[in-house]
Structures are given as C-alpha cells and as structure tokens.
C-alpha cells in the first residue's frame, strides 16, 4: 500500500487553525459516519480539539506532519481554521521537510490570501494527497438559501444586499475580501485585510460621528466568496461575533452566499441574530426585489 | 442683463465648505487674475477665509445663496471643501427658495457621494448657473507626473502602485471610494465613507497586530479619481496629514493620479514627504515597471 492509496475507511486528516470552526467541522465530519485524523497548528489550533487527541505541529514541522498523515493512512485532507498572522518561516528552525519546500512556501508567503492558500494547496497535491473542502465533510454547518433567522428583508434591504454584493463580487475578482456593508443605497465600508469584525466595528463608528446617516436598523453586512474562490482554501464563515458586531453597526441584517459560507456556532448565532431583531438570509445568484 | 449673462470682469462664486482647500483655490484663482466671490457655509468654512470677505450661508437659505450670486453677478459657480456631515434638511428651518427646491435635494441626499454632488450640479445648472471644477480656476493645486517629491518609487512599489490603482478603479466604477493601500503584492485596504486618513489608520493597526508582515517602508497609497468621476463635484486631495498618516502606516509612498487630485498645503506636503522619506508620485494611465 502506498501512501497515496486510501483505504476505504481511511480518516481524513484535518489540519486546524485556531477558532471554534475546526471542532465543529470535526464533529459535523464524524457526525456524517467519516473518519477524521486531527492536526492542530501549535499556537493557533483551540483546546476544543483535545477532545479529537489531535497531533499537535508547529510551523517548522512540515516534513513531520507529511510524515504524520502519510502513517496515519490518510489521503484526503482538510484546512480549516483562522491563522491569526502570516507565519514567518524564515524566523523557524524547520525539520528537513520544512527546508527543502521552504522556498515554494516562501513564494507562496507573496500575493493575496487566496493565491497563497492556492499555493498551499499545491503543495500538498505534491506530495499525494488530495486536498478537499471543510465543506465537503461537513455541509451541515453552511449558510442555506432564503431566511435564515428573523424576518424577511424589506425593499431598503434588498437594495442594500445588491449594492454590496456588487461591490464584494467586483473586490473578490481583485483577491481583496468577501465582506461590504450598504446603508441607504450606498455602499459605506469594503472588507481588506482588516477582517469582517474590523470593518463592521468601523461602520458602527461612521453612525456614531455622523459621517452615516440612518434612523434605526438599516444597512446590510453581505459575506460571500470570492469569484472563483477555491472554497478549500478559504471558506467565508460569521458567527455570533459577527451578529453582535452588525447589530452594534445598526444595521439590518447579514445576508450570506448560499452554500459558500460557513455559520459558526449556528443556535447561537441564529439566537443571536433574533435577539438583536437583525435577519438572516442566503442568498444564490441575482438578488430580486427591492 | 439677466442673471446668466456673464459681464467679462465677472467674479467667480466659490462655495466654501471646511478645510485649508477652499482658501488655496480663491488665493490660486486671485493669482492667475480671476476675480472670486466667497460664499462660506455656515458651520463647515473656516476663519482663513475672513480675508476674502464671503458671504456666510446655513443650509436652509438655498434661496439666498441664489439672489446673492445672481446680483454679485456670478454665472461660474465652484464648489471646494469638506462637509463634514451629511446636511439633514429635514431639521432646518429653510427659507422659501429651500423649500421649494426641497424635494430634489432630500432626493440627492440617497445614493452615494458621487451621485449627490452630481445632483446639486444639476439644481445650479437649473438655475442659469454653470458649475466649473475648483481645478479649473487653481490649477496650480494640482498633482504632476512623475516624482513629486522624494525618491523614484522601485520596483516593488510599482507593482503595489499597480494593485492599488486597480482596486480604486474598480471600486470608483461602484461609486465607492478614491483610494487604496497595496503592499507586498496584496491590496490591504479600500477607503469607504471613512475617508483616506481612517483607512491609513487602518493599515497602521495592521502592521502593529501582525495582520500585515513588512520590514521597513513598504507599500503604496494609491488616490485618483473615480472612472467617469465628475472633478467639479468632488475633488481627490491629500495634504500634510495625508503623508503623516502613510507615515505612520510605514508606506513607502503615495501615488496620485496627474491632474485629478488637489495637493493641499504644498510646501508642507512635500516637506512632510521628504522628512519622512516616502515618495510622492504622480501617474497618467497605466503604470508601467515593477
């Protein structure tokens, strides 16, 4: 048997960033009757995964978790999870392993977060595995079509959601974000590298200095992915955080890319989201209406 | 004579909002042998104006702005400087000629900037004014070709210049914002309403929580025009506190599109740039090298 031959019950390795996803994908992925072998990333991965007895690796193990997978049978494999900074590898004294792919993943270390992630990918497809979605294993916890939680969004809201959609899409074709806010028929702040959580947080500050005018809930937070986003590299996902987040924005609701986004501890966002009177919706292709 | 027919000695009505610009451009236009007439928005223009003797107007005397440009004989109308919040008509108690042009301009109030000061060109024009841009009558405000100030931007500054001119290009077609920040290959912010200085700010708290890896000055504001933008409506400017903000952010530089954007307070601009040792460079269509 080589490495690259799977057997029929052969766990599928998750290699986990920090955040609450990776548990859940693990959990939703066993849940589904699926073999799951986790790795966490030393310094980012949660002690939520303890429960998985993850293999525990740090950025200069790359040799060793190759190894690690190849041993433990596995051919498909799973990224998820946030890593809270660029690794500097350079700054890393690497196992043999890490070295010798050190430059392909130093290139890879320039462009935006999707070429890099894309870039990743490949290396791994090097080496014989096949690297899959989170998604793929685990499709309970993505954003459906329509309402979601909460009411249906009106006419101001619809026109909202097509505004900063628009703009996401035209970003995404430029590898920038997958996040925009539209507040009164205009869009009002586009996701870069801050993240989704920094730019509500600056839509809340536009309100409060006047620079936004709107008289009680209104605007829309749409998430959705990237044209052409390799969903293994990078799901788009929110949770209560960006619930609470948008509704300290004011705004109206969140509307989500149906089966392109993840929803993170789904009762309490979705609980979240009814306590603050905000809507939910997944949305598929042109947004009608408004 | 009728109020639209200009005399050859007739003064140009300045519409002052905040900010040093509005003085630059009447003391511009005064030095090339225009004569101005200043109106200052009540709450918005600054005292620097005092020595062109405006004439001050709140927003709900719409009426007056009119009668007293029509008999200072006025046909060219400027509008220059910064409101800093949106004006609610709603709340103010107008005269007459307001009133009546009321529901245009709550109509204007929906919809981007661009759009709004589209549409207020429009309500002058309707009434025998005709709008001309500030750089019409300053035009030694603004930005050149090539090196403005500082060193030639390299090749890694090119190719951000590149990627940030694009990102602003494909959010001004969506009426978003006028700048952007690239560096190391990957575009890190898009201005929305929060304006260039906030975005700055941004990218400064990037590079401190590690969200964004660079050794030394690295990266390139990119500020132009939006596509199709009407410069009689909105002007792209920087001044001192633009270079100090980029500073702050450790950018290498700022690049400006030639003749679109005001360059405020000039000798300190430059002097700022060159304290701090970013660039300042001006660029005409595409951007070659890198």
Redesign the interface.
């Known amino acids: 048997m080589t490495a690259s031959a799977p057997r029929s019950d052969a766990p599928v390795a998750v290699i986990c960033g920090g955040g609450v996803l990776p548990a859940e994908v693990l959990e939703a992925a066993q849940a589904a009757g699926r073999k799951v072998f986790a790795i966490a990333i030393k310094g980012e991965a949660s002690e939520a995964l303890d429960r998985f007895r993850p293999v525990s690796l740090g950025w200069g193990q790359i040799g060793k978790l190759f190894d690690t997978m190849k041993k433990a049978g596995c051919r498909d494999v799973v990224l998820i999870g946030g890593v809270?900074?660029?690794p500097?590898f350079r700054s890393v004294a690497g196992d043999l392993g890490t070295l010798r792919r050190l430059p392909r993943i130093v290139a890879a270390l320039?462009?935006?977060?999707d070429s890099l992630l894309v870039k990743v990918i490949g290396i791994f497809e090097d080496e014989g595995f096949r690297v899959i979605g989170a998604h793929e294993i685990a499709p309970s916890l993505l954003a459906g079509s329509g309402v979601i939680a909460g009411a249906q969004p009106d006419g101001d809201a619809l026109r909202d959601m097509r505004?900063a959609r628009?703009?996401v899409e035209?970003?995404g074709?430029?590898?920038?974000?997958q996040a925009?806010?539209a507040l009164?028929?205009?869009?009002?702040?586009?996701?870069?590298?801050?993240?989704t959580d920094?730019m509500l947080g600056?839509c809340a500050?536009?309100r409060r200095n006047?620079?936004?005018?709107a008289k009680g809930r209104a605007g829309v937070l749409v998430k959705r992915a990237k044209p052409g986003q390799d969903l293994r590299a990078d799901l788009p996902a929110i949770g209560p955080n960006t619930v609470e987040a948008a509704a300290a924005a004011g705004l109206a609701g969140i509307a989500l890319e149906a089966g392109c986004v993840f929803i993170a501890e789904r009762e309490a966002t979705l609980a979240a989201a009814r306590g603050k009177g905000l809507f939910l919706h997944g949305f598929e292709g042109e947004i009608d209406g408004g």
């Open positions: 809270s900074r660029r500097d320039k462009g935006g977060d505004l628009q703009a035209a970003l074709r430029l590898d920038i974000g925009a806010v009164g028929g205009r869009v009002i702040a586009v996701e870069g590298a801050e993240g920094a600056r500050e536009l006047g620079r936004v005018n």
